[in-house]
Protein backbone atom coordinates (compact mmCIF):
# COMPACT_ATOMS: atom_id res chain seq x y z
CA UNK A 1 0.00 0.00 0.00
CA UNK A 2 1.66 3.18 -0.66
CA UNK A 3 2.39 5.86 1.52
CA UNK A 4 -0.10 8.97 2.29
CA UNK A 5 1.51 12.11 1.06
CA UNK A 6 0.54 15.54 1.98
CA UNK A 7 -1.43 17.32 -0.92
CA UNK A 8 0.22 20.89 -0.43
CA UNK A 9 3.16 22.13 0.84
CA UNK A 10 1.48 24.71 2.71
CA UNK A 11 -0.75 21.75 4.41
CA UNK A 12 2.54 19.90 5.93
CA UNK A 13 4.15 23.18 7.06
CA UNK A 14 0.84 24.20 8.48
CA UNK A 15 0.28 20.82 10.20
CA UNK A 16 4.33 20.21 11.05
CA UNK A 17 4.17 23.74 12.92
CA UNK A 18 0.69 23.04 14.61
CA UNK A 19 2.17 20.15 16.15
CA UNK A 20 5.12 22.43 17.29
CA UNK A 21 3.22 25.72 18.75
CA UNK A 22 1.19 24.44 21.93
CA UNK A 23 0.05 25.96 25.16
CA UNK A 24 4.01 26.80 26.16
CA UNK A 25 4.38 29.12 23.44
CA UNK A 26 1.94 31.21 25.33
CA UNK A 27 2.48 30.66 28.73
CA UNK A 28 5.99 30.37 29.20
CA UNK A 29 7.84 32.43 26.25
CA UNK A 30 6.57 35.35 27.49
CA UNK A 31 7.01 35.56 30.62
CA UNK A 32 10.52 34.40 30.59
CA UNK A 33 11.37 37.36 27.87
CA UNK A 34 10.12 39.98 30.20
CA UNK A 35 11.84 38.31 32.95
CA UNK A 36 15.45 37.79 31.42
CA UNK A 37 16.02 41.15 29.68
CA UNK A 38 13.54 41.49 26.73
CA UNK A 39 14.81 41.97 23.63
CA UNK A 40 18.21 40.78 24.88
CA UNK A 41 16.78 37.11 25.73
CA UNK A 42 14.94 37.03 22.60
CA UNK A 43 17.75 37.32 20.10
CA UNK A 44 20.09 34.66 22.55
CA UNK A 45 16.60 31.99 21.76
CA UNK A 46 16.57 33.11 18.18
CA UNK A 47 20.54 31.68 18.73
CA UNK A 48 19.77 28.83 20.56
CA UNK A 49 17.01 27.56 17.83
CA UNK A 50 18.58 27.96 14.69
CA UNK A 51 21.59 26.28 16.30
CA UNK A 52 19.97 23.61 17.94
CA UNK A 53 16.73 23.71 17.43
CA UNK A 54 16.85 23.55 13.34
CA UNK A 55 18.94 20.94 13.01
CA UNK A 56 17.20 18.94 16.07
CA UNK A 57 13.88 19.38 13.77
CA UNK A 58 16.14 18.25 10.63
CA UNK A 59 17.05 14.98 12.31
CA UNK A 60 13.49 13.62 12.38
CA UNK A 61 12.54 14.98 9.68
CA UNK A 62 15.05 13.16 8.20
CA UNK A 63 14.30 10.14 9.80
CA UNK A 64 10.88 10.12 8.71
CA UNK A 65 11.08 11.33 5.12
CA UNK A 66 13.77 8.75 4.09
CA UNK A 67 12.45 5.58 6.01
CA UNK A 68 8.34 6.75 5.07
CA UNK A 69 8.00 5.00 8.41
CA UNK A 70 7.34 6.62 12.01
CA UNK A 71 8.87 5.84 15.40
CA UNK A 72 7.30 2.04 14.66
CA UNK A 73 9.62 1.02 12.00
CA UNK A 74 11.96 3.68 10.91
CA UNK A 75 14.98 2.48 12.84
CA UNK A 76 14.53 -1.06 11.42
CA UNK A 77 14.07 0.34 7.68
CA UNK A 78 17.32 3.04 7.95
CA UNK A 79 19.55 0.42 9.62
CA UNK A 80 18.55 -3.31 9.52
CA UNK A 81 20.25 -5.68 11.77
CA UNK A 82 21.05 -2.99 14.96
CA UNK A 83 19.78 -3.13 18.33
CA UNK A 84 18.75 0.85 17.15
CA UNK A 85 15.01 -0.40 17.01
CA UNK A 86 14.82 -1.24 21.00
CA UNK A 87 15.16 2.46 21.41
CA UNK A 88 11.93 3.11 20.32
CA UNK A 89 10.27 1.00 22.92
CA UNK A 90 10.86 3.95 25.45
CA UNK A 91 10.47 6.68 22.89
CA UNK A 92 6.92 5.88 21.90
CA UNK A 93 5.75 5.72 25.69
CA UNK A 94 6.30 9.55 25.59
CA UNK A 95 3.54 10.55 23.30
CA UNK A 96 1.10 8.30 25.54
CA UNK A 97 2.37 10.27 28.51
CA UNK A 98 2.24 13.69 26.98
CA UNK A 99 -1.22 12.95 25.67
CA UNK A 100 -2.48 11.64 28.57
CA UNK A 101 -1.83 15.25 30.52
CA UNK A 102 -1.68 17.86 27.19
CA UNK A 103 -5.93 16.13 26.51
CA UNK A 104 -6.83 17.36 30.18
CA UNK A 105 -5.56 20.67 29.95
CA UNK A 106 -7.39 20.94 26.40
CA UNK A 107 -10.24 20.52 28.36
CA UNK A 108 -9.32 23.24 30.44
CA UNK A 109 -8.97 25.49 27.69
CA UNK A 110 -12.32 24.23 25.90
CA UNK A 111 -14.37 25.10 29.42
CA UNK A 112 -12.97 28.26 29.31
CA UNK A 113 -13.53 28.84 26.29
CA UNK A 114 -17.78 27.98 26.56
CA UNK A 115 -17.37 29.87 30.08
CA UNK A 116 -15.71 33.23 29.12
CA UNK A 117 -17.77 33.14 25.99
CA UNK A 118 -21.58 33.00 27.19
CA UNK A 119 -20.15 35.21 29.93
CA UNK A 120 -20.60 32.90 32.72
CA UNK A 121 -17.76 33.67 34.66
CA UNK A 122 -18.74 37.15 35.57
CA UNK A 123 -17.37 40.49 35.50
CA UNK A 124 -15.18 42.70 37.39
CA UNK A 125 -13.24 39.48 39.10
CA UNK A 126 -10.39 39.77 41.37
CA UNK A 127 -7.47 37.79 41.07
CA UNK A 128 -8.07 35.40 44.16
CA UNK A 129 -12.23 35.20 42.72
CA UNK A 130 -10.45 33.93 38.77
CA UNK A 131 -8.46 31.52 41.01
CA UNK A 132 -11.64 29.78 42.88
CA UNK A 133 -13.44 29.42 39.27
CA UNK A 134 -10.29 27.76 38.30
CA UNK A 135 -10.21 25.59 41.37
CA UNK A 136 -13.70 25.00 41.69
CA UNK A 137 -13.26 23.93 37.94
CA UNK A 138 -9.86 20.90 39.34
CA UNK A 139 -12.65 20.10 42.40
CA UNK A 140 -14.98 18.52 39.07
CA UNK A 141 -13.85 15.42 38.04
CA UNK A 142 -16.86 15.12 35.65
CA UNK A 143 -16.73 18.59 34.29
CA UNK A 144 -12.94 18.03 33.33
CA UNK A 145 -13.33 14.38 32.36
CA UNK A 146 -16.56 15.45 29.88
CA UNK A 147 -14.81 18.07 28.36
CA UNK A 148 -11.53 15.91 27.92
CA UNK A 149 -12.96 13.27 26.55
CA UNK A 150 -14.56 15.79 24.24
CA UNK A 151 -11.39 17.29 22.74
CA UNK A 152 -10.38 13.55 22.72
CA UNK A 153 -12.52 12.25 20.72
CA UNK A 154 -13.09 15.41 18.47
CA UNK A 155 -9.11 15.11 17.28
CA UNK A 156 -9.27 11.18 17.26
CA UNK A 157 -12.01 11.82 14.61
CA UNK A 158 -10.29 14.13 12.65
CA UNK A 159 -7.41 11.14 12.68
CA UNK A 160 -10.07 8.89 11.74
CA UNK A 161 -10.60 9.91 8.19
CA UNK A 162 -6.83 9.37 7.22
CA UNK A 163 -3.87 11.86 6.63
CA UNK A 164 -5.31 14.09 3.01
CA UNK A 165 -9.17 13.96 3.64
CA UNK A 166 -9.06 14.36 7.87
CA UNK A 167 -5.78 15.88 9.76
CA UNK A 168 -4.48 18.44 6.32
CA UNK A 169 -8.12 18.95 5.50
CA UNK A 170 -8.95 20.44 9.15
CA UNK A 171 -6.08 21.33 10.62
CA UNK A 172 -4.77 23.30 7.73
CA UNK A 173 -7.94 26.26 7.77
CA UNK A 174 -7.85 26.07 12.03
CA UNK A 175 -4.20 27.28 11.49
CA UNK A 176 -4.65 29.62 9.15
CA UNK A 177 -7.70 30.99 11.36
CA UNK A 178 -5.06 30.78 14.40
CA UNK A 179 -2.48 32.89 13.00
CA UNK A 180 -5.69 35.29 12.06
CA UNK A 181 -7.23 35.35 15.51
CA UNK A 182 -3.29 36.06 17.46
CA UNK A 183 -2.86 38.80 14.81
CA UNK A 184 -6.66 40.62 15.64
CA UNK A 185 -6.26 40.13 19.64
CA UNK A 186 -2.31 41.68 18.86
CA UNK A 187 -3.43 44.51 17.23
CA UNK A 188 -6.66 44.86 20.05
CA UNK A 189 -3.80 45.07 22.23
CA UNK A 190 -2.59 48.36 20.75
CA UNK A 191 -5.67 50.10 21.90
CA UNK A 192 -5.42 49.17 25.47
CA UNK A 193 -3.76 52.52 27.64
CA UNK A 194 -1.16 49.89 28.91
CA UNK A 195 0.30 49.23 26.19
CA UNK A 196 3.39 51.53 26.00
CA UNK A 197 4.52 50.15 29.42
CA UNK A 198 3.70 46.37 28.45
CA UNK A 199 5.72 46.48 25.42
CA UNK A 200 8.51 47.98 26.90
CA UNK A 201 8.64 45.22 29.88
CA UNK A 202 8.29 42.77 27.20
CA UNK A 203 10.85 44.01 24.49
CA UNK A 204 12.79 46.88 25.85
CA UNK A 205 16.70 45.15 26.10
CA UNK A 206 17.20 45.06 29.52
CA UNK A 207 20.62 44.02 30.77
CA UNK A 208 19.60 44.87 34.48
CA UNK A 209 16.82 42.20 34.09
CA UNK A 210 19.05 39.95 33.02
CA UNK A 211 22.05 40.46 35.34
CA UNK A 212 19.03 40.38 38.30
CA UNK A 213 17.83 36.95 37.22
CA UNK A 214 21.72 35.68 36.19
CA UNK A 215 23.25 35.47 33.01
CA UNK A 216 23.55 31.42 33.04
CA UNK A 217 20.19 31.26 34.02
CA UNK A 218 18.64 33.27 30.87
CA UNK A 219 21.41 31.29 28.91
CA UNK A 220 19.46 28.17 30.50
CA UNK A 221 16.08 29.26 30.07
CA UNK A 222 16.62 30.58 26.43
CA UNK A 223 17.63 27.07 25.63
CA UNK A 224 15.46 25.22 27.51
CA UNK A 225 12.56 26.79 25.82
CA UNK A 226 14.39 26.60 22.49
CA UNK A 227 14.43 23.18 22.91
CA UNK A 228 11.49 22.44 24.18
CA UNK A 229 9.01 24.62 22.20
CA UNK A 230 9.72 21.95 19.17
CA UNK A 231 8.30 18.62 20.49
CA UNK A 232 11.58 16.79 20.04
CA UNK A 233 12.50 13.57 21.13
CA UNK A 234 9.21 11.16 20.75
CA UNK A 235 8.93 11.35 16.74
CA UNK A 236 5.79 13.58 16.20
CA UNK A 237 7.47 15.53 13.97
CA UNK A 238 9.36 12.45 11.95
CA UNK A 239 5.79 11.23 11.13
CA UNK A 240 4.86 14.44 9.38
CA UNK A 241 8.37 13.75 7.44
CA UNK A 242 7.35 10.23 6.01
CA UNK A 243 4.39 12.17 4.50
CA UNK A 244 6.45 15.05 2.94
CA UNK A 245 7.63 14.95 -0.81
CA UNK A 246 11.02 15.95 -1.71
CA UNK A 247 10.74 19.01 -3.28
CA UNK A 248 12.31 21.17 -0.74
CA UNK A 249 15.51 20.84 1.69
CA UNK A 250 14.95 19.58 4.85
CA UNK A 251 17.09 22.80 6.57
CA UNK A 252 14.36 24.74 4.07
CA UNK A 253 11.38 23.41 6.07
CA UNK A 254 12.75 23.02 9.42
CA UNK A 255 14.06 26.61 9.27
CA UNK A 256 10.02 27.57 8.07
CA UNK A 257 8.44 25.82 11.06
CA UNK A 258 10.39 27.22 13.79
CA UNK A 259 9.77 30.89 11.83
CA UNK A 260 6.35 30.03 11.89
CA UNK A 261 6.81 28.31 15.87
CA UNK A 262 8.62 32.01 17.13
CA UNK A 263 5.86 34.16 15.54
CA UNK A 264 3.37 32.73 17.28
CA UNK A 265 5.38 32.71 20.70
CA UNK A 266 6.72 36.77 20.17
CA UNK A 267 2.62 37.94 19.01
CA UNK A 268 1.31 36.49 22.12
CA UNK A 269 3.32 39.09 24.27
CA UNK A 270 1.81 41.43 22.18
CA UNK A 271 -1.35 40.16 23.54
CA UNK A 272 -0.86 39.55 27.07
CA UNK A 273 1.71 42.70 28.22
CA UNK A 274 -0.53 45.38 27.32
CA UNK A 275 -3.50 43.82 28.76
CA UNK A 276 -2.17 42.77 31.90
CA UNK A 277 -0.36 46.30 32.31
CA UNK A 278 -3.72 48.13 31.55
CA UNK A 279 -5.49 46.58 34.34
CA UNK A 280 -2.82 46.34 37.09
CA UNK A 281 -2.57 43.29 36.90
CA UNK A 282 1.00 40.92 37.69
CA UNK A 283 2.02 38.81 34.49
CA UNK A 284 2.88 34.91 35.68
CA UNK A 285 3.88 31.97 33.65
CA UNK A 286 2.10 28.26 33.41
CA UNK A 287 -1.34 27.70 34.17
CA UNK A 288 -1.73 30.26 36.29
CA UNK A 289 -1.19 32.92 33.84
CA UNK A 290 -4.04 31.17 31.14
CA UNK A 291 -6.88 30.56 33.64
CA UNK A 292 -6.11 32.78 36.50
CA UNK A 293 -4.35 36.36 35.11
CA UNK A 294 -5.72 36.42 32.00
CA UNK A 295 -9.21 35.61 33.00
CA UNK A 296 -8.83 38.65 35.62
CA UNK A 297 -7.83 40.97 32.85
CA UNK A 298 -10.64 39.99 30.31
CA UNK A 299 -13.76 40.06 33.05
CA UNK A 300 -12.51 43.61 33.87
CA UNK A 301 -12.81 44.40 30.35
CA UNK A 302 -15.08 46.24 28.41
CA UNK A 303 -16.56 43.74 25.69
CA UNK A 304 -14.50 41.14 28.21
CA UNK A 305 -16.66 37.83 27.30
CA UNK A 306 -15.80 38.50 23.24
CA UNK A 307 -12.45 38.79 23.66
CA UNK A 308 -12.04 36.26 26.25
CA UNK A 309 -13.95 34.01 24.13
CA UNK A 310 -11.74 34.90 21.22
CA UNK A 311 -8.47 34.22 22.93
CA UNK A 312 -9.41 31.45 24.26
CA UNK A 313 -10.69 29.83 20.80
CA UNK A 314 -7.25 30.83 19.66
CA UNK A 315 -5.53 28.83 22.72
CA UNK A 316 -7.79 26.25 21.78
CA UNK A 317 -6.98 25.74 18.02
CA UNK A 318 -3.55 25.77 19.28
CA UNK A 319 -3.65 22.82 21.37
CA UNK A 320 -5.63 20.97 19.56
CA UNK A 321 -3.64 21.46 16.60
CA UNK A 322 -0.66 19.98 18.94
CA UNK A 323 -3.82 16.81 19.81
CA UNK A 324 -4.30 15.61 16.27
CA UNK A 325 -0.39 15.46 15.27
CA UNK A 326 0.62 13.82 18.03
CA UNK A 327 -2.23 11.22 17.52
CA UNK A 328 -1.60 10.51 14.01
CA UNK A 329 1.75 9.56 15.35
CA UNK A 330 0.67 7.16 17.63
CA UNK A 331 -2.36 5.92 15.19
CA UNK A 332 0.84 5.75 12.59
CA UNK A 333 2.69 3.77 15.29
CA UNK A 334 -0.06 1.50 16.17
CA UNK A 335 -0.63 0.56 12.61
CA UNK A 336 2.97 -0.24 11.65
CA UNK A 337 3.49 -2.44 14.84
CA UNK A 338 0.17 -4.35 15.22
CA UNK A 339 -0.73 -4.13 11.51
CA UNK A 340 -4.20 -3.27 12.39
CA UNK A 341 -6.38 -0.90 10.13
CA UNK A 342 -6.50 3.37 11.13
CA UNK A 343 -9.87 3.06 12.60
CA UNK A 344 -9.31 -0.08 14.93
CA UNK A 345 -5.95 2.21 15.61
CA UNK A 346 -8.09 5.16 16.24
CA UNK A 347 -10.69 3.34 18.53
CA UNK A 348 -8.64 1.44 20.71
CA UNK A 349 -5.89 4.27 21.59
CA UNK A 350 -8.44 6.76 22.15
CA UNK A 351 -9.31 4.43 25.57
CA UNK A 352 -5.94 4.02 26.38
CA UNK A 353 -5.39 7.51 26.03
CA UNK A 354 -8.40 8.69 28.46
CA UNK A 355 -7.75 5.69 30.45
CA UNK A 356 -3.81 7.30 31.44
CA UNK A 357 -5.10 10.71 31.88
CA UNK A 358 -7.63 9.63 34.86
CA UNK A 359 -4.36 9.65 37.01
CA UNK A 360 -4.06 13.34 36.32
CA UNK A 361 -7.54 14.37 36.30
CA UNK A 362 -7.71 12.95 40.21
CA UNK A 363 -4.81 14.12 41.24
CA UNK A 364 -6.24 17.57 41.87
CA UNK A 365 -9.20 16.14 43.37
CA UNK A 366 -9.56 12.28 44.59
CA UNK A 367 -5.77 12.24 44.82
CA UNK A 368 -5.08 15.67 45.69
CA UNK A 369 -3.18 14.36 48.75
CA UNK A 370 -0.51 12.44 46.38
CA UNK A 371 2.65 14.85 45.84
CA UNK A 372 5.10 12.67 44.11
CA UNK A 373 7.72 15.44 43.43
CA UNK A 374 7.60 16.91 46.86
CA UNK A 375 5.17 20.09 48.17
CA UNK A 376 2.42 20.87 46.09
CA UNK A 377 3.52 18.67 43.05
CA UNK A 378 0.37 17.02 41.38
CA UNK A 379 0.15 13.90 39.12
CA UNK A 380 0.38 15.76 36.23
CA UNK A 381 3.46 17.57 37.21
CA UNK A 382 5.63 14.30 37.66
CA UNK A 383 3.56 13.09 34.11
CA UNK A 384 5.39 16.28 32.32
CA UNK A 385 8.86 15.90 34.51
CA UNK A 386 8.81 11.88 33.28
CA UNK A 387 8.36 13.38 29.89
CA UNK A 388 10.21 16.35 29.40
CA UNK A 389 13.17 15.94 31.98
CA UNK A 390 14.07 12.44 30.77
CA UNK A 391 11.95 11.07 28.00
CA UNK A 392 12.35 14.44 25.52
CA UNK A 393 16.59 14.52 25.81
CA UNK A 394 17.14 10.98 25.84
CA UNK A 395 15.05 10.74 22.39
CA UNK A 396 16.70 13.39 20.70
CA UNK A 397 19.92 12.35 22.54
CA UNK A 398 19.17 9.26 19.90
CA UNK A 399 18.28 10.33 16.89
CA UNK A 400 21.67 12.62 17.07
CA UNK A 401 23.83 9.44 17.71
CA UNK A 402 21.73 7.56 15.22
CA UNK A 403 22.72 9.95 12.45
CA UNK A 404 26.24 10.57 13.31
CA UNK A 405 27.60 7.34 14.68
CA UNK A 406 29.45 4.37 11.75
CA UNK A 407 26.84 1.85 13.21
CA UNK A 408 23.72 3.92 12.90
CA UNK A 409 22.11 5.72 10.03
CA UNK A 410 25.16 7.68 9.49
CA UNK A 411 25.74 11.56 8.96
CA UNK A 412 26.27 10.97 4.83
CA UNK A 413 23.11 9.10 4.52
CA UNK A 414 21.31 11.87 7.00
CA UNK A 415 22.78 14.87 4.96
CA UNK A 416 22.06 13.67 1.34
CA UNK A 417 17.93 13.47 2.92
CA UNK A 418 18.51 16.44 4.35
CA UNK A 419 20.14 18.63 1.01
CA UNK A 420 17.79 16.71 -1.77
CA UNK A 421 15.39 19.24 -2.46
CA UNK A 422 15.12 23.18 -3.32
CA UNK A 423 16.34 25.72 -0.63
CA UNK A 424 18.69 25.54 2.32
CA UNK A 425 21.47 23.21 2.71
CA UNK A 426 23.41 22.41 5.41
CA UNK A 427 27.62 21.41 5.16
CA UNK A 428 29.13 18.70 5.56
CA UNK A 429 31.59 20.05 8.12
CA UNK A 430 28.75 20.28 10.65
CA UNK A 431 29.57 16.98 11.49
CA UNK A 432 31.53 17.55 14.50
CA UNK A 433 29.28 20.12 15.69
CA UNK A 434 26.60 17.24 15.60
CA UNK A 435 28.64 14.67 16.93
CA UNK A 436 29.90 16.80 19.75
CA UNK A 437 28.08 19.81 20.51
CA UNK A 438 24.59 18.93 20.59
CA UNK A 439 24.92 15.96 22.99
CA UNK A 440 26.33 18.61 25.58
CA UNK A 441 23.64 21.12 24.91
CA UNK A 442 21.39 17.90 25.54
CA UNK A 443 22.81 16.59 28.68
CA UNK A 444 23.02 20.56 30.20
CA UNK A 445 19.39 20.52 29.59
CA UNK A 446 19.11 17.38 31.29
CA UNK A 447 21.03 18.05 34.63
CA UNK A 448 19.34 21.56 34.72
CA UNK A 449 15.64 19.76 34.47
CA UNK A 450 16.75 17.80 37.61
CA UNK A 451 18.47 20.87 39.51
CA UNK A 452 14.90 22.86 38.74
CA UNK A 453 13.07 20.31 40.24
CA UNK A 454 15.24 18.61 42.90
CA UNK A 455 17.83 21.48 43.68
CA UNK A 456 15.53 23.64 45.32
Known amino acids: MARE ?34 AIFVIIYLCFLLFVGVPLLTMELSVGRASRRSLGQSFEILAPNTKWRFNKFWMIPGNYILMSFYSLVTGWVLYYMLMLGSGSVGEHLTQVEAGQFFNDLLASPFIMFACTITVVVLSFSVCALGLEKGVERITKPMMLLLFGLLIFL ?3 SFTLPGVKEGLSYYLM ?6 QKEGILNALSAAMGQAFFTLGLGVGSIQIFGSYMKKDYTLGNEAFTITLLDTTVALLAGFVIFPACFSFGVEPGQGPGLLF ?3 VTVFSNMDYG ?3 GGIFFLFMLFAAVSTLIAVFENIIAISMEIFR ?6 VVINCIVILILGLPCLFGYNYLSDIHPLGGSSTLLDTYDFILSNN ?4 GTTCYVLFI ?3 HGWGFDNYLAETNTGRGLKLPYSFKNYYRFVLPIVIVALFIQGYVGVFGK
Open 205 to 210: PSFENM
Open 305 to 307: AIW
Open 391 to 394: ILPF
Open 404 to 406: TLK
Open 186 to 188: AAR
Open 340 to 345: ISRKRA
Open 292 to 294: VTL
Open 5 to 38: QFSTRLGFLLIAAGCAIGLGNVWRFPYITGQYGG
